[in-house]
């Protein structure tokens, strides 16, 4: 069987390569330059993410939201829906990283430059 001291000795040789996973994963996230906008599953725009503006966005039953650029980074300033959660989602500015308004039916999505082309071939 397994001695106290070979199981904390485990414990913290898991422990440490988990924080070190993290930190890695932290450190090598990819920029995002391009915000996707999609109702319902439609693409509906793409937006650099450089830009400084504001954007409304029409959900599909008629809900709106305003998509805010400023500083790199992409957030919902305001939304129609009851609950507010996109509204209260942090800023994104990585690829990968999303703000979804379910009861609209809108995706916020960062895109990196490789998958914005992709995706503007594919269309």
Do not use: W
């Not at 069987?1 to 996230?29: E, N, R, S, W």
């Not at 906008?37 to 793409?46: H, K």
């Not at 993410?49 to 008629?62: D, F, M, N, Q």
């Amino acid at each position: 069987m397994f001695k106290k001291k070979d199981i904390i000795i485990y414990i913290t040789v898991l422990l440490l390569a988990g924080a070190a996973y993290l930190i890695y994963a932290g450190m090598h996230k990819e920029t995002g330059s391009t915000v996707r906008v999609t109702v319902d599953g439609v693409r509906i725009g793409g937006y650099p993410l450089t830009a400084e503006r504001k954007i409304p966005v029409t959900g599909r039953y008629g809900g709106e939201l305003t998509l805010v650029l400023s500083g790199g980074k992409a957030h919902v300033e305001a939304s129609s829906c009851p609950d507010k959660i996109c509204v209260k989602h942090s800023p994104v500015s990585h690829a990968g990283e999303s703000i979804i308004c379910l009861p609209n039916r809108i995706v916020i999505e960062i895109v990196s430059e490789e998958d914005a082309v992709i995706d503007a071939v594919s269309q």
